[in-house]
C-alpha cells in the first residue's frame, strides 16, 4: 500500500524565517502530488500542485515545492515565513489504479509562526 | 461558486448508535470523495464516488457505507458507532474525473461518540 510520510510534525518559527517542509512517498510508479493547507478554524484548501512537467512548482502565497523524483520526495518551501502562514499543512499523493486514482495523505505538519 | 457544504456541523451520538452524513459538492462536480481526520492519524481515505458507483475504497470496516445520488449529493452511513470512530469527518468533491485532481473540501462533521 502506498504511504506518504511527513518528516515534522510540528514545526515553530519567527517571522522572516525560511521554512521546508519534508514530504516523502512510496509509490513506485506515476503520481500526481498535493499540499494541502488548514488554517485554524477554515476548510482545508490546495496550496499546490504538480502533475507533470517542471518539478518546482509554485503556490500560492509564495509557496513552493519541488518534486525529485529519484528521492520519492515534494519538499514544500518558503523563503521568508508570516505569521498568517501558521496553519497544518497536509501532503497528498495520488496514483492511477484499476482505473481512477488513490489519494493518500500525510499525518499533517504544524506549523506555528511567532510574530 | 458555491463550496462543498457538509451536514451537519457538529452531531453527539451514542456507542451502538447509527449516523449519516451529507456533502453537497460543487456544482458540476461529479466525483466525491470522504476522509476521516483525526490527530494521530491525518486523513484517512474512506472511500470515493463518482456517477453513483463507488469507485475507490480505503481500509476502513464494513461499518463505514456511502451513497451518491443523482444530482451528486452524498450520504455517508456508519453503524453500531464504536469510541474510536470520534473525529472530524470530511467531504471533498473534484472537477476531475477522479479524486487524482485536486479536491475541494467541505468544513467537515464533527462525530463525537459518547
Known amino acids: 500500500a502506498q504511504s506518504v510520510s511527513q518528516h515534522n510534525h510540528h514545526v515553530i518559527l519567527s517571522e522572516a524565517a525560511s521554512l521546508e517542509l519534508g514530504c516523502n512517498y512510496s509509490y513506485g510508479g506515476t503520481v500526481n502530488l498535493f499540499w494541502y493547507v488548514q488554517y485554524p478554524g477554515q476548510h482545508l484548501q490546495l496550496l499546490l500542485k504538480y502533475f507533470s512537467g517542471d518539478p518546482l512548482v509554485k503556490g500560492i502565497k509564495g509557496f513552493e515545492a519541488e518534486f525529485i523524483k529519484s528521492k520519492f520526495s515534494f519538499n514544500l518551501r518558503k523563503p521568508s515565513v508570516q505569521w498568517s502562514d501558521t496553519a497544518e499543512y497536509f501532503c497528498?499523493?495520488?496514483?492511477?489504479?484499476?482505473?481512477?486514482?488513490?489519494?493518500?495523505f500525510g499525518r499533517g505538519t504544524s506549523l506555528i509562526v511567532h510574530p | 461558486k458555491a463550496g462543498v457544504t457538509q451536514t451537519p456541523r457538529y452531531l453527539i451520538k451514542t456507542r451502538g448508535q447509527q449516523v449519516t452524513l451529507s456533502c453537497s459538492p460543487i456544482s458540476g462536480h461529479r466525483s466525491v470523495s470522504w476522509y476521516q481526520q483525526t490527530p494521530g492519524q491525518g486523513l484517512q481515505f474512506l472511500f470515493e464516488?463518482?456517477?453513483?458507483?463507488?469507485?475507490n475504497k480505503g481500509n476502513f470496516p464494513g461499518r463505514f457505507s456511502g451513497r451518491q445520488f443523482s444530482n451528486s449529493r452524498s450520504e455517508m452511513n456508519v453503524s453500531t458507532l464504536e469510541l474510536g470512530d470520534s473525529a472530524l469527518y470530511l467531504c471533498a468533491s473534484s472537477g476531475g474525473q477522479t479524486a487524482g485532481y485536486e479536491q475541494y473540501f467541505g468544513p467537515g462533521t464533527r462525530l463525537t461518540v459518547t
Open positions: 464516488y463518482f456517477s453513483e458507483t463507488q469507485r
Open positions: 497528498a499523493v495520488t496514483h492511477h489504479s484499476g482505473g481512477s486514482y488513490i489519494p493518500t
